[in-house]
């Protein structure tokens, strides 16, 4: 569907910003599937948005208005991305974003079809000691999305997903920002973990644990780590432990 499309293209654009794409040149095949999946992309991107305009147009004042500028804002990230890997346009330089916003923004753009619509319950509990911002957002975003959409998928309607930050102290001296997902659905079993950690041929052609591995890759590529462990009596958690450095003055909330 259309979110596993959007999926695939910021999957894309995150892995160009590792430590390999410097130094490897796009293979062909692969340079043809990048041309695919932005011509498959971009035009029911550009209906949704004009949808939107319309929509937009229609509602009473104010109804509305912050969630379709949300979702305005997210198609036209979509879109640069796009830009970016069609080679129209260079990569712009990643700037700093809340991680907070960042997730919030997530959860309104995606939890109505991710969770309302399947029945299941999604609680956000964010620590307000966590003021950090991430130079990383395109590959945070990737991550997370991966991680709810994995949970949503795996629920019955009238299961629970939780989604929440905490502000960790590792070391002196090192602060780590945990973002951690938690279901009470009927948790990885300790196979597929293994599968999943192995990265084994079989999986990889058979495309099952797919968005995990790929997270797992992403964490790794900014610096941060992702941890999957069953809950007891029922569930899965998901935690990703991101390095935190303090916010500079401009982008602390006034």
């Known amino acids: 569907g259309m979110l596993e499309g959007l999926q695939q293209v910021a999957a894309l654009v995150a892995a160009r910003g590792g430590p390999r794409a410097a130094t490897e040149p796009p293979r062909p095949d692969a340079r043809r599937e990048v041309r695919r999946l932005v011509h498959e992309v971009r035009n029911p991107l550009a209906v949704m948005r004009n949808y939107l305009e319309l929509l937009g147009e229609r509602l009473p004042p104010g109804d509305g208005v912050h969630e379709i500028a ?106 780590l920002v945990e973002i951690s997902i938690t279901d009470d659905g009927p948790g990885i079993p300790a196979e597929a973990l293994e599968r999943v950690a192995a990265d084994t041929e079989r999986d990889a052609a058979s495309g099952r644990g797919h968005g995990l591995r790929n997270s797992i890759a992403l964490a790794q590529r900014i610096g941060a780590q992702l941890l999957l462990r069953r809950r007891a009596g029922g569930g899965t958690v998901a935690t990703l432990l991101l390095p935190a450095r303090e916010p500079r003055a401009s982008e602390r909330a006034a």
């Open 70 to 175: 949300v979702l305005k804002q997210e198609l036209d990230r979509v879109n640069g991305l796009l830009d970016v890997l069609s080679g129209q346009a260079p990569a712009e330089p990643a700037r700093p974003v809340d991680v907070h916003q960042l997730l919030d923004e997530l959860v309104l753009a995606y939890g109505k079809a991710l969770f309302d619509a399947r029945g299941i319950a999604l609680a956000v509990s964010f620590d307000a000691e966590v003021r950090v911002a991430t130079p990383h957002a395109n590959a945070l975003r990737q991550i997370v999305l991966n991680l709810l959409k994995n949970a949503s998928e795996a629920l019955a309607p009238g299961k629970r997903v939780e989604l929440a930050t905490a502000l960790v102290f590792a070391e002196p001296g090192q602060r």
